[in-house]
């Protein structure tokens, strides 16, 4: 038999939010749940300096760099991410990932140095670009007509006219004039070199270098290319200024990247790619051309690289100047190396565990050296997920022999979501739990479940893992006797080592099974009694419970599982133990048609021996319950999917003890929406508890409310620009929602699911809404005429909530903020307009005088008494104002269960009846434990 349940929060003040900065203020949303790196992939990397500062830029498909919005091209200093100018668009992110979308190179046109970019984009910062731009560390501007296609290599040779900026591509013309895939920029407009390649809509140039390799300088381009102006080129040929050759004797597949470099006998052009031969001889992905042949990289008897060469970089890792190769591959020469290795001349070296995804090698598509002020540090940037066991999301920095990403923000990895939340101690003090269907959280390996200490993430017991999909979708913390557990619910088939299907406990230290658990995911839990002692019911979609038939809910007692008579068909939501008046029950919400046998309409009543099924006209489903208070008691709320017009729209629904009335109007949701959720908060904001709605819609009955609003019973509340996906618009997913304590009275709302921005920010699949520190007390001794009359006609105004009017012609107001709780000993008193820089005195009485309605004193109203406590002089500042507190419950001179009443003396030289002094309004305040 199971314990009653700990509802547990923070014992004590903690600002989980300061993650990457200050704590937003109240009323907001908090940023600092944005990912490392980018949401996409990177397809070039370069350091530049644009005048302010070297920086790292990177170009790809990308929409978001860290916590930037970033259109396919960012920056990164070694500290912040930026966007450059407001980015491209008209990007085709469907490319090919053989095929950059991005290039970049600096060059002077005779104007100065800039910064030119090639890809395949149609503008760049609002201005009209065709697939190349230039960039002059302030604008951008165009680059001639552009190209009628992707640009994808540009370099800067000297054919002895000069230093000239060249472009190749997937392109044929510019302005009309016919470039097939190579061209050269007079610094007027585009120009072909000679014919061009014979026409072929798979032609185009993917490499350019400029290289010496003994028989003077040329220009060297490689891609998928065959003939140029009549020379057989097979996929790599050589411009000297005036004619193209071939260098050997040609590759049977394309070439990707070239690259000079020494690797100890001297500088050399390398070149790699998909080929597998040049001529006769085997050269499997990478060959050094020695100026008459090329030739393989032999280590261990074997030859080159198991997959395609995408990048090449010459950088000094501590170890010596060395080649290193990025690419789609697993092994060099028979080394395990995971897209990316290292090539010191004579031998093959891994770097770490390399990039990879989860269960299988990541891709490098660019690679380039970059000092951030720390350094020079090889970076790649592709298609990955983990550098080494490091999160790092498809760009990451190698260093020292190690991985690191850059950003190291908090949320979950882009893509990713946050399904369950929850607070629980285990004896290091209150933390946040969350699970999901992640494999990180912020830069800490994490799988499907984490803890946030308010500063870092952690990894709990190993994560669980199994199963097609593993994730975790529901968190519990309860006392089961043992002392305080949290339930994991979820799909997977092990937690830590131990074999667990879909449901375990976790101890703070170790995981134990649910017996033989369940054979579908677990969803929800809820704490119920049934008459037979508290026990633990899950709902989800299993068809089993410990081996014994439970159709989507089933009963845990702490030793073994059954079900609850025939069940739902089809899946469990939520679960909600209420009391209407007819006694306790379990009320269950989902997407089920069926409830006990008879027809339900995603509604039903379990009482602990048989179902109530429920069914409403409109009502198809239900995705979540909250007990929630509108006004006229506790009540039981449902969030309803309608039938009715239009199509996927969302209702509360409220319990009349009989059936479901639907209250609040619509909220309009995107077709096919995931899934939303209720949370009953207390903001400091609104009028007390409200009843918070996340899902994915736009408006709350006609108020603008995107993704998560607030019911008072009455009206909506939007919650700043709400939550929102950009990257995926109508693909909002709010699975949960959890009050945190964090400090003086306030508490945060943290918001889990599938979405990538709140408020605006980037915040990965978890959200903040930072809460205001509640108004304390009820406000009394009014100078308006609700008390008595103020001494000589000098009363305030009619529902000010202030005392009697001052030399300043209004009256002081007492209010305060904070939780009565002494424990938490966060009361702060403030009198607000006082005549300015006047002493005042706060006091304190047991009593309200007269009833409340107060005696004459002085100019105002003395209403707290009858003997009094001085809680401290204060000199009011110019603004009228002056507080006392936190600490004030330290003074002992309440305890839990008292009501005490405040007042502020303050004098008044110059006041209204000749008195000097005056009173402020008074407040009345129940204390708590």
Known sequence: MLATVLRLAFAAPLSLVLVGGARAQCGQWSDGFATDGVDKSVFTLAARDFGQGPVLLLGGDFTVAGDRAAAQIASWDGATWSNLGGGLSGTVPCCPLDRNLLCSVEFDDGSGPALYIGGRFLNVGGVAAAHVAKWDGANWSAVGAGFDEAVQALAVFDDGSGPALYAGGAFRESGGVPMNSLARWDGTAWQALGAGFALNPQTDVRALVAFDDGSGPALYFGG??????????????????????????????????????????????????????????SVRRIAKWDGAAWNPLVFGGTNGLNGT???????DDGAGSALFVGGAFGAASGVAASAIVKWDGGSWTALGAGLTVPGAQGVVESLAVFDDGAGPALYAGGSFTFAGASPAKNVARWSAGAWSALGGGAGAPHGSAVSALAVANFGAGSQLYAGGSFNAMGTTPAQRIARFDGAVWHEVGGGVSGGISPSVEALLTVDDGTGPVLYVGGSFTSAGSTPARNVAKWDGASWTALGAGLNGPAS??????????????????????????????????????????????????????????????????????????????????????AWTAIT????????????????????????????????????LAKWSGSGWDLVGGLLTQSPAAPSASLFVHNDGLGAGDELFVGGDFEFADGTPARG????????????????????SPGAVTVSTMVSVAAGGGARDLYVGGRFTHAGGQHSNGLAVWSGCVPALGDGYCFGDGSATACPCGNGSASDAEQGCAHSGGFGAQLVARGSPSIAENSQVFTVELLPPNKPCVLFMGNSPLNGGAGVVFGDGLRCAGPSVRRLGVRSGDANGSASWGPGLSSLGYWSAGDTRYFQVWFRDSGGPCGSATNMSSALAVTFTN
Not at 258 to 279: E, P, R
Not at 620 to 636: E, Q, V
Not at 709 to 719: D, E, K, T, Y
């Open 616 to 651: 409403h006209p409109t009502i198809l489903a239900a995705s979540d319950l909250a007990i929630y208070d509108d006004g006229g008691g506790p009540a039981l709320f449902a969030l309803a999917g309608l039938g009715s017009f239009p199509n996927n729209s969302l209702s």
């Open 524 to 609: 929800v839990f809820e704490l119920f009694d049934d008459g037979s002692g508290p026990a633990l019911f899950v709902g989800g979609g299993f068809s089993e419970a410990g081996g014994q038939p439970a159709s989507a809910i089933a009963k845990w007692d702490g030793s073994s599982w059954s079900g609850l008579g025939s069940g739902v068909l089809y899946r469990v939501t939520a679960l909600r133990s209420f009391d209407d008046g007819t006694g306790p029950a379990l009320f269950v919400a989902g997407d089920f048609t069926i409830a006990g046998g008879a027809p339900a309409d995603g509604l039903a009543r379990w009482d602990g021996a």
């Open 309 to 315: 060469v995408e990048a090449l970089a010459t950088f």
């Open 224 to 281: 998928q290319i065959f003939d140029y102006n009549g020379v057989a080129v097979g996929h790599l040929g050589r411009w000297d200024g005036a004619t193209v050759t071939r260098p050997g004797a040609g590759f049977d597949l394309p070439v990707n990247a070239l690259i000079a470099h020494d690797d100890g006998t001297g500088v050399a052009l390398f070149s790699g790619g998909k080929f597998t031969n040049n001529g006769a001889t």
């Open 708 to 727: 998560l609003a607030a019911w008072n019973g009455a009206s909506w509340r939007a919650l700043g620009g709400g939550i929102d996906s950009v990257s």
